[in-house]
């Protein structure tokens, strides 16, 4: 995935678990950097799943008065109705099903950054589009 978004021309900041993500959002809101544009969580990471980092990300925006929410997308081995509940109760914008390919990728991505833009200037998302259902491969 690294790949395909360094051949999108996207800056990449990759960690290794949902606890260094975590760190890195808490780094930056520390030094007063602007968020992350946009995070992709895997759901199984060692130390703290996708869904309690994604959990803990929204407790911290709701903590840090004005600090603008950060679209998060799932990234999962699974796209069963009962997990996209999950994820989309944990906070997640959107998920992406593996194996990742290069169209849904960008897709989901356009998907969720206008989105989050739209809510930006109007208070309102379009929450109409908001899980991406992978079609036949």
Request: glycine content about 6%; some cysteine.
């Amino acid at each position: 995935r690294d790949a395909l978004l360094a051949e999108l021309g996207i800056k990449v900041t990759t960690v290794s678990s949902g606890a260094d993500a975590i760190a890195q959002i808490e780094s930056r809101h520390a030094r007063q950097q602007p968020p992350f544009h946009l995070v992709f969580m895997d759901i199984q990471m060692p130390r703290m799943s996708g869904l309690q980092a994604c959990q803990r990300i929204r407790e911290l925006e709701a903590q840090w008065s004005g600090y603008p929410r950060t679209p998060v997308i799932a990234l999962t081995a699974h796209a069963l109705a009962d997990e996209r509940d999950q994820l989309m109760a944990a906070g997640m914008d959107d998920y992406l099903a593996k194996p990742i390919n290069k169209q849904e990728l960008m897709n989901v991505i356009e998907r969720v950054l206008h989105d989050s833009v739209r809510k930006k200037h109007t208070g309102h998302e379009d929450r109409t589009r908001r899980i991406h259902r992978p079609g036949p491969r």
